[in-house]
């Protein structure tokens, strides 16, 4: 987790000139990197107006000496830096590890491990660990850097075989909405696994009917028993830990009883299974599927609201909106000047979030992105755009969170 020394001023965020430390969002996100030049008149204002602050990651310690906290004495506060001794020796710094790209590792992972468990009868040897150790491993992810993890969930997305990359941001979505209502760190890693393998029983329907839209009735009936396939398959392979099959069992049961497999309601549904079937929902809405185009995330949102107290629970999904905002990271959206951008930074409701263009109004690809900003009317996002429409920026969108942000 990164350090937080104080609230940022005017002065950390000079205009057209390096900033001198790395700037942090209240949950200790990183907005902007150590030399990074402002050049969009206004943005320090509002990033400073949204609560920004001065901080460093303790594991990769900034190269000039950081500010001190407020807490530390005035006389200690106006002690000069120490001088650098003379430079001898180069010291190589191990480099931060790359959430991103850990986290497209584990979707394809998932995704390589699900096609085993369908394909293989006997037992995959030590699965349930190898899943709990993926569970750990997520979790810890979102704690280190939540936006770079919600990215690479989004954006290694695959619309022919996307029923993994569904499955890590459904989990990784219930995950944070686990943490925010404070549950136990054993109930969030079960949660988590079951987020990781509730799809399990929809990859032999995908594989059978594919493309074919509306589904035949018999297939109809094997999609409403696929959380009991995906139990069987778990059993099958060595899993039995029951709170795990139970919310795999019931993630898709609604508080009205229109869900299924039994057509549970209200009390007789594990709270954390409701927790878990409106993550599936969400991410099962906004990523494309073979048979669908994904819906913007601000539609997928609002057609939740549209079955609260019916399907879901209203708060739930006041906090999913507080959690993942109208446009989480990693999301493409058009702008108002015909530009294609990513969402770097999320964001509140009540906040622009922070995004590059990666193609210009013509629909060439930079090879540098350009930091827009939202609040701008010329650059206000319009629409939302399909990640498998942009292949050809894929490679320019991913170095975003591989390396220093871009400047404008």
Not at 2 to 25: G, H, M, Q, W
Not at 162 to 180: E, F, I, P, S, T
Request: hydrophobic letters at 40%.
């Amino acid at each position: 987790m990164s350090v937080l020394i104080r609230k940022a001023t005017p002065k950390d965020l000079p205009l057209n000139e390096p900033i001198k430390f790395a700037i942090y969002d209240a949950d200790q996100r990183l907005l902007l990197r150590s030399g990074y030049v402002i050049t969009i008149p206004g943005f320090s204002d509002r990033l400073i107006g949204r609560g920004c602050y001065v901080g460093y990651d303790p594991k990769s310690p900034p190269e000039s000496e950081p500010p001190a906290p407020a807490s530390q004495s005035a006389s200690t506060e106006s002690r000069p830096a120490p001088a650098r001794a003379p430079e001898t020796l180069e010291v190589r710094k191990e480099a931060p590890p790359n959430v991103f790209q850990a986290g497209a590792d584990l979707t394809i992972a998932n995704r390589r491990q699900q096609r085993q468990m369908l394909e293989l009868t006997d037992p995959i040897a030590g699965l349930a660990d190898s899943l709990q150790q993926r569970a750990k491993k997520l979790l810890q992810l979102l704690q280190t850097d939540r936006d770079a993890a919600l990215a690479a969930c989004i954006l290694h997305s695959e619309a022919a075989d996307n029923r993994a990359a569904q499955q890590v941001l459904g989990a990784a979505v219930a995950a944070l909405l686990a943490a925010a209502l404070k549950l136990g760190a054993d109930e969030q890693c079960t949660l988590v696994k079951a987020g990781l393998t509730r799809g399990l029983g929809l990859l032999s329907l995908d594989r059978s009917y594919g493309q074919v839209t509306p589904l035949p009735e018999q297939a109809q009936e094997k999609l409403r028993s696929y959380p009991l396939t995906s139990v069987s398959l778990l059993q099958q392979h060595g899993v039995h830990d029951s709170d795990w099959l139970k919310l795999v069992r019931q993630h898709h049961e609604r508080l009205d009883g229109s869900g299924y497999p039994a057509g549970l309601s209200g009390s007789q549904i594990d709270p954390r299974a409701l927790l878990l079937g409106l993550a599936d929902a969400y991410a099962g809405m906004v990523l494309s599927n073979p048979r669908r185009a994904g819906l913007a995330p601000p539609i997928s949102l609002k057609l939740l609201m549209g079955v609260k107290n019916k399907e879901f629970d209203e708060q739930h999904i006041a906090l999913l909106v507080r959690t993942v905002g109208l446009y989480p990271p990693g999301v493409l959206v058009k702008l108002a000047s015909h530009e294609t951008a990513v969402v770097k930074t999320s964001a509140s409701p009540r906040h622009a979030p922070l995004v590059y263009a990666f193609y210009d109004r013509d629909g060439l690809v930079r090879s540098t992105p350009l930091l827009r900003d939202t609040n701008q009317s010329e650059y206000a996002i319009t629409d939302c755009v399909a990640p498998e429409n942009c292949l050809s920026a894929k490679l320019v969108i991913r170095r975003l969170w591989a390396a220093p942000a871009p400047q404008r």
